[in-house]
């Protein structure tokens, strides 16, 4: 049986050379008036189907659709959905990437539909398994720069949940069968984590595999409080900083485990030999057919050809365990 292996949030949407600078240029031409809509809506899908080409030519065992059109973590509701506006740009945590906070401005409404279109395109694209993904609620609620609508925190993340859960049984619809969450606030916010499990409450399928994913900061504070939210995976991210999780995994006695074994955030490249002995700790606590080894996070801000590569080491670190070669 061989370790699984997942990429988290969004893949480089512009390589080094000219012919992957094609989006870019598409994006002004289109800031400009040059190109319509359906142009650029077409660019788009030529760099997907090569954001999951790459992927999975990696090896990779379960993709996304690389998050082309995404402008950051929020965006995609932040813009479908009814009630929100784009507000200022900020700091994503401590990183050195911008997002746009929304503004929420009106009574959060969506069809469900918002991400369907591009989980349809992806799905006929990929030729591995595909996974969608959204943006957690608590990230959202806690990440919005106002809200003249909900009158406590409590008020906005539930609503966010129930918009939320009308996206998920969108893309469940559409054939979706896994479901990733990114909501990295709940390990940024750990106060708020029982307001969190009952935000997750509204998501429970037992036809889905929701993965809720959280990364940038330890799980440590939360860590045997997720072990009881009612999704099929945890996400954690044990590179980005210091963490006690690998001492503590088995917490998630049900649960699978995406461990967020490659860093993302850093253009440093993980050897194979690297990644084994993360996920041979992993393995401990934690049995073989319910690790999964992952990116911390989305690979986005690095140069393509080191995504690429931190993915070779991923895929060759897990292989290394399951037999291939037997380390010192």
């Known amino acids: 049986m061989t370790i699984k292996t997942t990429v988290i949030g969004a893949y480089p949407k512009i390589g080094d050379g000219l012919e992957a600078q094609e989006l870019r240029r598409a994006l002004h031409r289109h800031d400009r008036g040059e190109i319509t809509d359906a142009e650029l809506t077409k660019v788009f899908d030529e760099v997907t189907r090569a954001a999951i080409g790459e992927i999975e030519a990696a090896g990779i065992d379960v993709t996304n659709d690389g998050q082309i059109r995404w402008d950051d ?51 006929g694209v990929a030729k591995t398994k595909l996974k969608a993904a959204v943006p957690g609620p608590m990230t959202f609620a806690t990440l919005a720069a106002r809200d003249d609508q909900y009158g406590s925190l409590e008020e906005r993340v539930l609503a966010i949940a129930d918009a939320t859960a009308r996206e998920i049984a969108g893309l ?89 074994v490659v860093d993302a ?13 993360y996920a041979e700790r992993a393995l401990k606590l934690v049995p073989q057919e319910r690790l999964v080894l992952a990116t911390t996070t989305s690979l986005e801000y690095l140069p393509r050809d080191v995504a690429r590569a931190k993915l070779t080491a991923l895929v060759e670190g897990a292989r290394l365990v399951t037999g291939e070669k037997v380390l010192a």
């Open 172 to 260: 469940k619809a559409a054939g979706a069968t896994t479901i990733d969450i990114e909501d990295p606030a709940i390990v940024a916010s750990p106060k708020h984590i029982e307001l969190a499990r009952e935000a997750y409450a509204r998501f429970a399928d037992p036809d889905l595999d929701i993965e809720l994913v959280t990364y940038f900061f330890p799980a440590d504070p939360v860590l045997e409080s997720l072990a009881s939210f009612p999704v099929a995976a945890i996400g954690i991210d044990v590179r980005s900083r210091d963490t006690t999780a690998f001492d503590r995994l088995d917490a998630f006695r049900t649960h699978s485990v995406v461990l967020g």
């Open 73 to 123: 973590l929020l965006s995609p509701f932040a813009r479908a959905w009814a009630g929100i506006t784009p507000g200022p740009l900020e700091r994503f945590y401590d990183n050195n990437t911008y997002f746009r906070q929304p503004v929420i401005d009106g009574r959060i409404v969506t069809d469900g539909r918002s991400l369907v279109r591009d989980y349809t395109f992806a799905a």
């Open 265 to 277: 955030r850093n253009t440093r490249l993980e050897t194979a030999d690297e990644v084994a002995r």
